[in-house]
Nanobody, 111 residues
Framework: QVQLVESGGGLVQPGGSLRLSCAASKSIFSIYFMGWYRQAPGKQREFVARITSSGSTDYADSVKDRFTISRDNPKNTVWLQMNSLKPEDTAVYYC?????WGQGTQVTVSS
């Protein structure tokens, strides 16, 4: 089973940017779905973005045009570039292939 480890979270001011990384313990070349979900305090976990093995992407409406998901198969890594961050983006962000989940990384957007 692949292990997923997220990093790159932190505290950022509104309008700022962060790039999250998801490092996989083995090759993601053949993994069709790699994605990011998030969970804010008191709320259910929600879909953020996904990328398929062919490079097709999809985003939640709330992050479209602000977030970009990408994958580097040789490096077994998936990224989430987050721009124009808003306080409502504050959450724990999780990387997943829908079978395994990482431990999450905290993103806090606050002035």
């Amino acid at each position: 089973q692949v292990q997923l480890v997220e990093s790159g979270g932190g505290l950022v001011q509104p309008g700022g940017s962060l790039r999250l990384s998801c490092a996989a313990s083995k090759s993601i070349f053949s993994i069709y779905f790699m994605g990011w979900y998030r969970q804010a305090p008191g709320k259910q976990r929600e879909f953020v973005a996904r990328i398929t093995s062919s490079g097709s992407t999809d985003y939640a409406d709330s992050v479209k045009d602000r977030f970009t998901i990408s994958r580097d198969n040789p490096k077994n890594t998936v990224w989430l570039q987050m721009n124009s961050l808003k306080p409502e983006d504050t959450a724990v962000y999780y990387c997943t292939n829908l079978h395994r989940w990482g431990q999450g990384t905290q993103v806090t957007v606050s002035s």
